[in-house]
């Protein structure tokens, strides 16, 4: 079953589907992670249904975002998404499996790439029976290499990667960007209140840069007393 959503009132319209993975609270983080300006190439890997490009263009309108997605379900209904907010000319997609990145799209064409990678290892805890679901939750589709070797090949000289994973892969994850030559530069842990053990991390590396990983303040998701902070509140764009 097919569900619309606004991003906020009178903002773009997502959609998502009972049967792909649904919206979850890390792709509205990673949105905030990416350091915006105009006329930016955008390739978000594995888009699926294409939130977290929407979340993109609506913070900074003057972007074009490709989409990359190995499922037609989710392909197609990104690009009817692109249609009912009149994107058409900013927000696409290209059907197909970024392991195979090269045959998809030129080398060195984009400034940023996105991702919301699969968190866990083939083989590790329960899978659902959908494939669709696996390949959302486990590396059964693609692996975090294939991750960065694909946006090392997409990625101009000095362009940013941004992706948001589990802190108890950050080992896999710096090992697998320094082996595709991007270079972490800035990290992010996500807490649920101040002084929590990390549930994310959010990590920009940059293509060719130089060694230096900067650790930024927590993103703190609730005060104390259980209520969303303001910057998630920013995030969610329920406050100015």
Not at 105 to 130: H, I, M
Request: proline content about 9%; overall charge neutral; aromatic content about 6%.
């Amino acid at each position: 079953m097919e569900h619309w959503e606004s991003l906020k009132p009178g903002g773009y319209r997502f959609v998502w589907d009972d049967a792909l993975f649904p919206p979850g609270t890390d792709t509205f983080l990673l949105s905030s992670l990416p350091r915006l300006k105009p006329n930016l190439r955008v390739c978000d890997l594995g888009s699926g249904t294409g939130l977290l490009s929407l979340l993109l263009l609506q913070r900074q309108g003057d972007l074009t975002v490709t989409g990359v997605e190995l499922q037609p379900e989710a392909a197609a209904l990104l690009e009817r998404a692109a249609e009912e907010n009149g994107l058409t000319d900013r927000l696409a997609v290209r059907r197909g499996d970024l392991r195979n990145i090269r045959s998809l799209l030129p080398a060195g064409s984009f400034d940023l790439v996105v991702c919301n990678p699969p968190y866990y290892p083939a083989g590790a805890g329960k899978l659902s029976p959908s494939p669709s679901l696996q390949a959302a939750r486990a590396e059964t589709a693609c692996t975090l290499e294939d991750v960065c070797r694909a946006a090392g090949w997409l990625l101009r000289w000095s362009g940013t990667l941004c992706l948001v994973h589990k802190p108890e892969r950050l080992t896999d994850l710096l090992c697998a960007l320094r082996f595709a030559a991007l270079e972490p530069k800035r990290l992010r842990p996500v807490v649920r209140r101040a002084g929590d053990a990390p549930s994310l991390a959010l990590l920009e590396a940059r293509r060719g840069g130089k060694p230096g990983l900067a650790w930024e303040p927590p993103l703190i998701l609730e005060t104390a007393e259980g209520r969303p902070t303001e910057e998630l509140d920013q995030i969610y764009f329920r406050a100015p």
